[in-house]
């Protein structure tokens, strides 16, 4: 069993920072890549930021610049830093991993999601 835990978020003023946190924990053999989606009212899931286990990023063109991911293989966790916060970045911040577990193979995870609230 795989749990993805999220941490951080909140409210924050537009040009403010906030970090966003998650941890793996479980069965849990070798993580793959891990990334941050956000889903915005009456919008799709989106991917913000990605990182693989060699620490390669991508970014949602929205964020570049402004989003960093960055990840600690050791602990099994994965951090979002966001700058210069816009009304726009509002959403709820999922965290997400591909990974291989113990006795499932290869599966795709997902925490239970974090608010993240910009203010104009």
């Known amino acids: 069993q795989v749990q993805l835990v999220e941490s951080g978020g909140g409210l924050v003023q537009a040009g403010g920072s906030l970090r966003v946190s998650c941890a793996a924990s479980g069965s849990i053999v070798r993580i793959l890549a891990m990334g941050w989606y956000r889903q915005a009212p009456g919008k799709q899931r989106e991917l913000v930021a990605a990182?693989?286990?060699?620490?390669?990023?991508n970014y949602a063109d929205s964020v570049k610049g402004r989003f960093t991911i960055s990840r600690d293989n050791a602990k099994n966790t994965v951090s979002l830093q966001m700058n210069s916060l816009k009304p726009e970045d509002t959403a709820v911040y999922y965290c997400n991993a591909d990974l291989l577990t113990v006795n499932n193979g290869r599966g795709d995870y997902w925490g239970q999601g974090t608010q993240v609230t910009v203010s104009s």
């Open positions: 990182i693989t286990s060699g620490r390669s990023t």
